[in-house]
């Protein structure tokens, strides 16, 4: 009778547990996957007044691991059109400059996220939180520009004057940050918005850093087309813009571009409860 009594107990105390868990104190736990589309953004020197003024398409896919309802790490795939061009400008050098480019951005990113609040899919309290996100990433360009109908690559064609072998790397790494709003209608399936940008180690993205190179060598080297993409700027004697040795960008500032999406997110995780034991 003592044994049936306390076996009653035991199987109240878990249910009172179980219920309390649920109640109050469960935490997610475990993998979810998300796809997400948006617009990117090119800021650097083809766009010194920072701009929004050139929206590209952009794509994301990712997996994420929630270690609890604070924090997770992320790893992600994103795709991006970014472009930038002086005849945007309100600047009247950067009008008589007259360079362009366009590039497709592809990147893998690693990074660590934070929710403000306690955030657990399918809770009727939790299920709401803005977060912040960081870390970094590795990514792949190739900025190009039409030429008489036909569109070339410019790292190819040495506009600043690089010797052959020297050109800068299409192949990166850089920093990455950001936030947004994550929100979950159920266990399953929530939506989150998210603005990121990069710090990049490039003053290349957009092709333009340095100064105007020697022409002739250039010519000798790399072509007509690398002479005519080089100096685009408008044929005004008295500028001066195009002379060798002129400010053609700003190496002192590094080119970014930033992502702006927004995902559906599936969840295959769980939750956990504290344990319970009778000994």
Request: net charge negative; hydrophobic share 40%; glycine share 10%.
């Amino acid at each position: 009778m003592n044994n049936i009594k306390l076996s009653i107990v035991k199987k109240g105390f878990l249910l009172a547990s179980l219920l309390f868990c649920v109640t109050f104190s469960f935490a997610q736990r475990g993998w979810e996957a998300g796809i997400g589309l948006g617009v990117s953004h090119y800021f650097g020197d083809l766009n010194t007044d920072n701009e929004i003024n050139a929206l590209g398409a952009a794509g994301t896919a990712f997996a994420r691991y929630n270690f609890n309802n604070r924090l997770a790490w992320r790893l992600g795939l994103s795709y991006g059109q970014i472009s930038g061009s002086d005849e945007n400008s309100e600047n009247n050098f950067e009008n008589l400059r007259n360079l362009s480019f366009k590039s497709d951005i592809a990147e893998a990113a690693v990074s660590l996220e934070f929710n403000f609040l306690k955030y657990n899919h399918g809770s009727r309290d939790n299920f709401f939180s803005p977060y912040l996100m960081a870390g970094f990433n590795v990514y792949l360009y190739d900025p190009e520009a039409e030429y008489e109908g036909t569109v070339y690559k410019l790292r190819e064609l040495g506009t600043e004057g690089q010797f052959i072998g020297e050109e800068y790397n299409t192949i990166d790494m850089g920093l990455i940050y950001g936030g947004g709003v994550k929100v979950s209608f159920n266990f399953e399936w929530a939506i989150q918005v998210e603005l990121s940008s990069r710090v990049l180690f490039t003053d290349y993205l957009d092709d333009v850093s340095t100064t105007y190179p020697d022409y002739d060598d250039l010519e000798g080297l790399r072509g007509d087309v690398a002479v005519a993409l080089a100096d685009r700027s408008v044929d005004l004697t008295t500028t001066g813009i195009g002379e060798t040795g002129k400010q053609r960008g700003n190496s002192t500032n590094n080119d970014f571009y930033a992502f702006l999406t927004v995902s559906a997110v599936y969840y295959f995780g769980g939750i956990t409860c504290p344990n319970v034991s009778f000994k």
